[in-house]
Every structure is written in C-alpha cells, then in structure tokens.
C-alpha cells in the first residue's frame, strides 16, 4: 500500500472516503458503497473496516443511560447556587469552624491560670487570707490573669470552598469582691470570604496583663461588701481579628 | 449506537434561550447533546467517573455563560464540543496518564474464545489503539465516525479548512489501522 501521506494528495480517493463514510453513517453496507468506486476498493474496503471499529467502540447505551442520570443529579444539586457560593459547603465550612473553635476553647479554658488559662482562677487569684473577716478596708492589688483573645480561622478539607473565618474573644472580666468570681465573655464574629484558600491555625495571643485594682471594704455587720472591681480586664479591643496590632503577643503554646 | 443530533433550526432556538439567560434551556440542551458529548469523552477518557465530570462540567460552562457575552452564538454543538475538548485537554495536561498496556494484552489468546469475548476485545482494542492517536486523530475519528458530525460540524468543532479535515480523517483512519495491526504484514506505525 501506499504511504498515507502520499493518498492524501489524491483528492479523488479522499473524497471517495467520505462518501463512503457518509453512506456508512446513513446505515449502507461498506460494499454497497464500494461499488460505486471499484478502483478504490483495495485502498477503502479495510479503512472502511476501520471506520466500523471507531463506531463499534462508542460506549453502550445502558453506560450512556446510567451516566446521564448521574451527571444529571450531580448538576441538579450544584444547579441551585451559583458556582461561587456553593452554600452546602460554606454550611460545612461553618460548621468544622464552629467545631474547631469550641474545641480550641476548651482547651484554652482547660489551662491553669499560669498557663494563661481560666480553670482555677478563683482559687489562685485571691489570696487565702484575703477574707472580709480579717479585713475592714483594704485596697487590694491583684493580678489578673492576661485577658486571652483566641483566634480560630478553620476551614473543611473541601476544595475549592469559600474561607470560613471565625474570630473569638474571650474577656475575663474581674469583680472586686472576695470570692472574685470571673465572668467571661466570649464573642464570635463570623466573616465570610470567597478567597478558595485552606487554613487551619488555632492562635493563641496573650496581651500584657493589666494590673488591676480592686477595692474591697467589708463591714462587721455583714461581712459583705459593696465592692466593685474595675473591669479593666476587657479594655482589650485587639483580642480578636486574626490578632492584628499584637506586636506585643506572645504565643505559649 | 446511532446518534440522533438535534436540528439545526432547533439549535438556532436554543442559541436564542441562551443568550436571554433562560435556565431552563439546559435542560433541555442536556437532554438533546448528552449521549454525543458523553459519548466523545469517553471515548478519550479512559475512566468513566472522569468523563462523567467532564461532561458535567461541559454544562455547568453553559450555565455560567448564560445570558452573557460569552455565550454561544452560533453553533451551539460545536462551541458544547469545543468545552468538551477543551476539558479534555486540560485533563490530560493535569493527570499524563495513559493506559500502558500493550496493544498485545488485549488481544484474544486462543482459537476457542467466545465470539463475544473477541468482539468486547476489540472494543477494548479499538479505544486503546484510539488513545494512543495524537489528539487531532482521535478527535476527527470520533467527531466523523462515532459522534456522526457531518463534515462541516467536524470542521467548526476543530477550527479546521473542510479540505483538511478530509485529509485528517483519511490519515487518522489509517493510522488507527495501523495501531490496530489490521493491515495485514505491516505492523503498527
């Protein structure tokens, strides 16, 4: 046979060929069309042969069926929201942040206070003696512990998703009475933004510790007191926010 | 499988819907060019789960040209081939993989094996051999003789003269022959 490159400059047999395959695709046998071109037939017969290969090898009907539905459902569920929302996942997003950062606060709250955490603070942080029996009129100066502010920013494995930023703070605010009870403040700030970027970091920041001045005057009568502290513990405004401004942090993990 | 393509009037009505931004007419457009664009894919796409997303992601292209100065304006079908294809070149740039048997492995071994089994083999052989064509090959094999493109269709989806896709096909028909070992004493090319 001769080189194909050397066939393709016979414009007659090239079209002869889609002639041939054009009679093909309409249902006529490879022969039926080789009679028209006798000349031809050694050449085509075998590429005609081919040709019914190419068809044979398209993917049957019941695999065509069983992906169209697939894919069907598949854009049926992404069909809903635009491409660049993607809402079930932003949901999942939102859910593994809120996971992460619950989970990162127990564990943060967990801590002893010298650890810069908040379990046993009220033991540790007023003094034994400091009781309204012994005392009439004191000012005491204690230390509270560094106001932390943790910053969560979690996003599922999924990709590409939208990033799904959460930023916590936790304030410790201090009363001055005896038992010194903390109270705790935690405030969550969602922030959505489409950046398709993954990351999972669980920060730590602790700000210098505010000296704090609580006044406590306990009567004979009631041993009680009309005490407030000054909650100069929550004057902290950078605790949150990715940990902006926080030159000064330290992270004691 | 004989594909049945919708006309070219209904296409034209189609086009309209699209550039209006009419949602609907995906559906519509999925359920008319489905078969031929899945069918396309496969054929260059080994493994059924990805050729699934790439024709997912033929339509969902679609959807997000709709009512836009991106969308097809003429010849629908060709400018759904033309994403198909052009997802298929992406995946290939992404994954390089190819399958690595030999063309001898699927060959039937012994005199007694089932006509059918010979028959699925040469399916199998046949999209192998495919496969291994360079892209212009496959593309007009499939877009000609399985998809059913007429000549012109081939020519808009590969942005090629009529006279070179004649030639194309005719070169690609006999280098397919030839990965297949059907000429007789002339091995593969």
């Known amino acids: ?253 | 499988m004989a594909l049945i393509l919708p006309e070219v009037s209904i296409e034209d009505s189609l086009l309209t819907r699209i550039r209006r931004g009419d949602q609907a007419v995906v559906g519509e457009i999925y359920e008319q060019f489905f078969s031929s664009l899945y069918q396309y894919v496969r054929l260059r796409i080994e493994d059924t789960q990805q050729a699934e997303d790439i024709t997912a992601e033929v339509f969902l292209k679609l959807l997000g040209v709709l009512g836009t100065a991106r969308a097809p304006r003429e010849h629908l079908r060709g400018w759904l081939f033309q994403v198909a294809r052009h997802e298929i070149f992406r995946h290939y740039g992404k994954h390089k993989k190819f399958p690595l048997e030999s063309l001898e492995e699927w060959l039937p071994s012994g005199e007694d094996v089932e006509s059918e089994t010979i028959r699925n083999a040469t399916i199998e052989q046949t999209r192998w051999a495919l496969r291994r064509l360079p892209a212009e090959q496959q593309e007009v094999l499939i877009l000609r003789f399985s998809e059913g493109l007429d000549l012109q269709a081939t020519a808009d989806v590969m942005g090629k003269s009529l006279s070179a896709v004649k030639s194309l096909q005719f070169r690609a028909t006999e280098a397919l022959r030839g990965v297949l070992g059907m000429g007789k004493g002339r091995g593969r090319e």
């Open chain 1, 1 to 253: 046979m001769s080189n194909p490159s050397d066939l393709t400059r016979d414009k007659d047999l090239l079209d002869a060929f889609e002639d041939c395959v054009n009679r093909l695709q309409v249902g006529e046998t490879s022969e039926a069309a080789l009679r028209d071109y006798p000349h031809y037939a050694a050449i085509l017969r075998p590429m005609l042969e081919t040709v019914i290969q190419v068809k044979r090898a398209a993917p049957n009907s019941a695999e065509i069926a069983s992906a169209q539905v697939r894919v069907r459902d598949r854009l049926a569920f992404r069909k809903g929201a635009p491409r660049t929302q993607r809402l079930p996942l932003m949901r999942l997003a939102a859910l593994a942040a809120v996971i992460t950062l619950v989970a990162g606060l127990f564990v943060f709250l967990g801590r002893s206070p010298d650890q810069g955490g908040f379990a046993a603070a009220t033991e540790t942080s007023v003094p034994a003696s400091f009781t309204p029996e012994r005392i009439s009129s004191m000012t005491p100066e204690g230390r509270i512990p560094p106001s932390p502010s943790a910053t969560v920013t979690a996003a599922p494995t999924l990709s590409p998703t939208p990033t799904f930023t959460l930023t916590a703070s936790a304030t410790r605010t201090a009363s001055g009475t005896p038992t010194n009870t903390p109270s705790t403040t935690f405030t969550v700030s969602p922030t959505f933004t489409s950046t398709p970027t993954i990351t999972a970091t669980l920060t730590r920041t602790r700000t210098p510790a505010p000296v704090v001045t609580v006044t406590a005057q306990v009567t004979d009568d009631h041993g009680g007191s009309d005490d407030h502290g000054d909650d100069s513990g929550k004057g902290d405004d950078n605790s949150g926010k990715g940990g902006g401004g926080d030159d000064d942090k330290d992270d004691d993990d």
